[in-house]
């Protein structure tokens, strides 16, 4: 059996601090492997967005550390994400997506106040028609955002629940606490 791995505390701490955090209800967590490549220390979440049972978004966030610190990242830290989401197809065509998903990153990490410089990353917006044998449903399309940025400090509960905000705009999750309009039932009705 090999001995345990002893983690620089800084990793450590930043590890317990995305383990700590509790996402809403619709976001399932599992922790996964790790590229090894990246930095020498690295830590990685996936996530499935729920909606009526069904998936309706994924996403992974991976924590990279590197004690001598990185130029590109400004830090010894990093936070690396992917989410993607299926989307209407009128919605998937509107040219106003990317940087309406765009937003969806940077509000949740205001909103959450989760401190962080170096902040980049791409928002890609597709759309698929079937044909022939592969003919089916209608056209769909999908976003796509990629994203990292450093943290300041190694406390990253609030990174955690932006990015848990973040997958929740990507899936159409209304904000928590409020019912959408279709689920909502008159007055005195059971």
Same mark, same amino acid.
């Given at each position: 059996m !090999? *001995?345990?791995?002893?983690? +620089?505390?800084? &990793? @450590?701490?930043?590890?317990?601090? =995305? $383990?700590?955090?509790?996402?809403? %209800?619709?976001?399932?967590?599992?922790?996964?492997? !790790? *590229?090894?490549?990246?930095? +020498?220390?690295? &830590? @990685?979440?996936?996530?499935?967005? =729920? $909606?009526?049972?069904?998936?309706? %978004?994924?996403?992974?966030?991976?924590?990279?550390?590197? *004690?001598?610190?990185?130029?590109?990242?400004?830090?010894?830290?990093?936070?690396?994400?992917?989410?993607?989401?299926?989307?209407? %197809?009128?919605?998937?065509?509107?040219?106003?997506?990317?940087?309406?998903?765009?937003?969806w990153?940077?509000?949740?990490?205001?909103?959450?106040?989760?401190?962080?410089?170096?902040?980049?990353?791409?928002?890609?917006?597709?759309m698929?028609t079937?044909?022939?044998?592969?003919?089916?449903?209608?056209?769909?399309?999908?976003?796509?955002?990629?994203?990292?940025?450093?943290?300041?400090?190694?406390?990253?509960?609030?990174?955690?629940?932006?990015?848990?905000?973040?997958?929740?705009?990507?899936?159409?999750?209304?904000?928590?606490?409020?019912?959408?309009?279709?689920?909502?039932?008159?007055?005195?009705?059971?």
């Amino acid at each position: 059996m !090999a *001995p345990p791995i002893a983690y +620089p505390e800084t &990793f @450590a701490r930043a590890v317990a601090g =995305l $383990r700590s955090a509790t996402p809403r %209800a619709e976001i399932v967590l599992e922790e996964v492997g !790790a *590229p090894q490549r990246l930095a +020498p220390y690295a &830590f @990685a979440l996936s996530a499935t967005v =729920l $909606r009526d049972g069904d998936d309706v %978004a994924t996403g992974r966030l991976i924590l990279l550390h590197d *004690p001598a610190g990185h130029e590109g990242w400004q830090g010894t830290l990093r936070l690396v994400t992917y989410v993607t989401a299926d989307l209407e %197809a009128d919605l998937a065509a509107d040219p106003l997506l990317p940087a309406v998903g765009w937003t969806w990153l940077t509000d949740a990490l205001d909103a959450q106040e989760a401190r962080h410089r170096a902040l980049g990353g791409t928002v890609t917006q597709t759309m698929s028609t079937r044909f022939g044998e592969l003919a089916g449903p209608p056209t769909t399309g999908d976003i796509e955002i990629r994203a990292s940025w450093t943290p300041l400090g190694d406390e990253l509960v609030r990174h955690l629940m932006a990015w848990c905000t973040l997958l929740a705009s990507t899936a159409g999750l209304p904000p928590p606490g409020v019912t959408p309009l279709s689920e909502r039932r008159p007055a005195g009705t059971a």
